[in-house]
């Protein structure tokens, strides 16, 4: 059985036998507790020797907790949920490290969750593991303590007399002192900061939760007292224009936040009833995403070259297709953002407008007034288009005017939820769309998936069997032993080895066998043999390319893509 550091290093300085350490460490597992409170509550280690143990095993400095004064440690500088779970005190703060007490020093999952939450590093100090509990579960119940007894004492009128101006981006200034909407504000900048896309704010029956998704992983990041769920919720609906008092359905807004001088960044809200409250969900648009320029996104030159030629023609139409979350809007805005020039007409009818783009004639959907988008689509065509932007096409009425303004002289773009290329162009089929239609109007179709982007500072060549690279997809005479995979390391610059996405596409133009194909009914495997005939790598050939280039990790693109 393989030992944690802690474990380890007890036997190598004498202090425990490997078949004890390795019984308690099982009986640790089987009781779900951690190691080091297994090791102290049997007396196979008392926390005196172990500290004295972990301070010359380590070369880190012993520290007697009884000696400082409590009311003098620094507060705020992590959260109390990461001291409570792995028993740790932040001591002081010097220059961008942590002096951290700690009993177990090899505990780097830890380490790791200090480095993510504060963006610091960490110094570690050795200290007694019954003396650290005691502080730590002191200053825990102080902080939960006085966090209900504020929250408890706020009206939500003081909350909401800000929030109710015309724009909240101009009146950020003037924010309240209360708690709750200082905890709001706060969450919304560490996570605008971390470079997350979505928070997550779920209530429980016993705990109230928030997560930050970060390249496409969901964190936690604090766990606030669950007496705030109802007034947080409705600081976020009055701010988002909501309806406070309607808690019984979903319901979607927008609020702005203004992050510097002259940077506004948009935040897209929505609400659902679960069994213990709403949980909120917000989304960061940040428009910049759409100006970075389409290099910026991960296409390779050919995959680049061919959305170039379909985008810049006179009419037809392109699809993005993918899941949710996989950057199909940034894509979209991406090309919009190229053919945005003074002698041409974009519309756009979307549901809602996620991306503010300055040129573009934006149009949110709205069902309850009769504002579809089929009802949109009509009415662009009256309006001189030359782009038309379709959000997405759901039934088989926006379709079927999408691809008339596409055989009219149009350009369309829009998305759609499908796997990949090939078994876009079969859902479109089975939705009722004419062969003759499809064949005549969709000229390319781009499928695509986000994959977590390796960290350069700390990525490390890995060593695979030639047998895994085969089963990966890779042809044999790739592994020619000029490139090597790599692997997450994690470092102080990055999230476990992980900074940024990188995208992984299959762009397959509708070439004429292709069209012959559609035309006589054929399937997506009959489409998908004849792009790859023509050089369209499918997602996973896409993928392994990325892994090639270093880019990102053979375990990333396995998981985010099917073969």
């Not at 939450?117 to 509990?133: H, N, R, Y």
């Not at 079927?400 to 009219?408: E, G, V």
Request: charged share 25%; aromatic share 4%.
């Amino acid at each position: 059985m393989a030992l944690p550091g802690l474990g380890r290093a007890l036997v190598s300085a004498g202090k425990l036998n490997q078949r004890a350490a390795e019984d308690l460490y099982r009986k640790a597992q089987s009781s779900r507790t951690s190691f080091i409170a297994e090791l102290t509550g049997s007396g196979a280690v008392s926390p005196s020797d172990l500290a004295h143990t972990m301070s010359v095993a380590f070369a880190a400095p012993l520290l007697d907790l009884d000696a400082i004064d409590a009311q003098r440690l620094p507060a705020g500088l992590l959260d109390a949920k990461i001291c409570a779970d792995f028993r740790i005190v932040v001591l002081s703060k010097r220059n961008n490290r942590l002096i951290v007490a700690t009993a177990d020093p090899s505990d780097q999952q830890a380490a790791e969750k200090i480095k993510f939450a504060t963006q610091m590093g960490v110094d570690w100090v050795i200290a007694e593991f019954d003396k650290l509990s005691r502080l730590v579960e002191a200053q825990t119940k102080s902080v939960t303590e006085a966090m209900e007894n504020i929250v408890g004492d706020v009206e939500f009128d003081e909350l909401a007399t800000e929030a109710v101006s015309a724009d909240a981006a101009e009146k950020a200034s003037e924010v309240d002192d209360a708690p709750v909407v200082k905890f709001l504000h706060k969450m919304l900048i560490d996570a605008f900061n971390m470079r997350a896309s979505d928070l997550h704010f779920e209530p429980y029956e016993h705990q109230y939760r928030v997560r930050f998704r970060i390249d496409g992983e969901l964190r936690e990041i604090a766990s606030p007292p669950i007496v705030i769920k109802d007034k947080l919720a409705s600081r976020i609906k009055v701010i988002s224009r909501m309806d406070i008092s309607e808690k019984r359905v979903p319901q979607d807004g927008r609020m702005k936040l203004k992050v510097g001088p002259d940077r506004v960044i948009d935040f897209r809200v929505s609400t659902l009833p679960t069994l213990f409250g709403e949980k909120i969900v917000i989304r960061i648009l940040d428009p910049s995403q759409a100006k970075m320029g389409i290099d910026a996104l991960g296409y390779e030159p050919e995959e680049k070259e061919r959305l170039m030629d379909a985008i810049q023609r006179p009419y037809g139409m392109v699809l993005v297709t993918g899941p949710t979350g996989s950057g199909k809007t940034v894509s979209l805005y991406t090309c919009l953002n190229i053919l945005n020039k003074p002698g041409v007409n974009i519309s756009t009818a979307e549901d809602p407008s996620e991306i503010n783009l300055p040129g573009v004639n934006q149009v949110n959907m709205n069902e309850k007034a009769g504002l579809t988008f089929a009802v949109a689509l009509k009415a662009f065509l009256r309006q001189d288009p030359d782009v038309i932007m379709v959000g997405e096409i759901r039934d088989l009425e926006t379709a079927d005017i999408a691809i008339k303004a596409a055989q009219t002289g149009h350009m369309v773009m829009s998305t759609l939820h499908t796997n990949d290329a090939p078994t876009t162009l079969t859902r479109m089929m089975n939705m009722g769309i004419p062969t003759f239609n499809i064949a005549s109007s969709v000229i390319l179709i781009t499928a695509q998936r986000l994959a977590r982007r390796l960290c350069p500072n700390c990525k490390a060549p890995l060593d695979v069997p030639r047998k895994a690279l085969l089963e990966a997809g890779y042809k044999p005479e790739e592994l020619d032993g000029t490139w090597t995979p790599y692997k997450p390391v994690g470092c102080s610059a990055c999230n476990n080895g992980y900074k940024g996405r990188v995208g992984i596409y299959q762009v397959m133009p509708i070439s004429e066998e292709i069209q012959r194909i559609i035309l006589r009914g054929g399937t997506s495997l009959d489409i998908a043999q004849q792009a790859s005939k023509e050089g369209v790598r499918s997602l996973r050939e896409s993928g392994l390319l990325k892994v090639k280039l270093g880019h990102t990790s053979l375990e990333e693109v396995l998981s985010v893509t099917n073969e």
